[in-house]
């Protein structure tokens, strides 16, 4: 059962357009959600993160949306630039009984920015 | 700050060998994880750990074990390595309280 879903694998995006990568996520409990992005042989780098509680979040070039009735958020990266190629791996994060965070990571996308 | 170090990059192991990946964290986080990425797949947690002396299961524990002895270090530990454990394991750490984690760069494992 996946919780966390990134449906397309990649992207291609001109240099300086938008890119917009998304995310879906099943259970409603989920009540963070974060961006991470992967350049390839080194480990996810946090990007930018909303709480349930939001509908948007704004970092410079990237903004993250949150649309809790459609259990769907996306990442907005404007204006796109060469050095954004990178897999992004959206996570969704809950507070466990334990009191401690759970997170669950959808499978990433594969962006591209051509020159 | 060097972040979160891991150590080896690559191994290739034989069924049945074991082994220990390194994992040490410089920021004085609490918590710390263990993930497994497999081929086209997302970032599955193993194990993880709110403390030294305090570790927990995660999704996919089973071949694996851990150990939190200090604040900085948290080793993975294969004791009978099988092909299904070929994989990235991905290290990572947070403060208490807050939902960004930091990872370190990977270790490449392969079993045949």
């Known amino acids: 059962d996946q919780q966390v879903k990134q449906n397309s694998p990649s992207l291609s995006v001109q240099e300086g357009r938008i890119s917009i990568l998304n995310c879906d996520y099943t259970n409603s409990m989920f009540d963070y959600f974060l961006w991470y992005k992967k350049y390839p042989a080194e480990g996810p780098t946090f990007l930018i993160s909303i709480s349930s509680i939001k509908d948007k979040n704004e970092d410079g070039r990237f903004t993250v949306f949150l649309n809790k009735s459609a259990k769907h958020l996306s990442l907005h990266i404007v204006p796109s630039q060469p050095g954004d190629s990178a897999v992004y791996f959206c996570a969704a994060s809950l507070t466990a009984t334990s009191g401690t965070y759970k997170y669950i990571f959808g499978t990433g996308t594969r962006l591209k920015v051509l020159a | 700050n060097a972040g979160v170090t891991q150590t080896p990059k690559f191994r290739i192991l034989k069924i049945g060998q074991s082994m220990t990946l390194q994992c040490t964290q410089d920021?004085?986080?609490?918590?710390m994880y263990w993930y497994r990425q497999d081929p086209g797949m997302g970032l599955k947690l193993i194990y993880y750990?709110?403390?030294?002396?305090?570790?927990d299961k995660g999704e996919v524990p089973n071949g694996y074990n851990v150990s939190r002895s200090t604040t900085e270090d948290f080793p993975l530990r294969l004791e009978l390595a099988a092909p299904s454990q070929t994989s990235v394991y991905f290290c990572?750490?947070?403060?208490?309280?807050?939902?960004?984690?930091?990872f370190g760069p990977g270790t490449r494992l392969t079993v045949t």
């Open positions: 750990s709110v403390g030294a002396g305090i570790t």
């Open positions: 920021m004085n986080h609490n918590y």
């Open positions: 990572a750490s947070s403060y208490s309280g807050l939902r960004e984690q930091y």
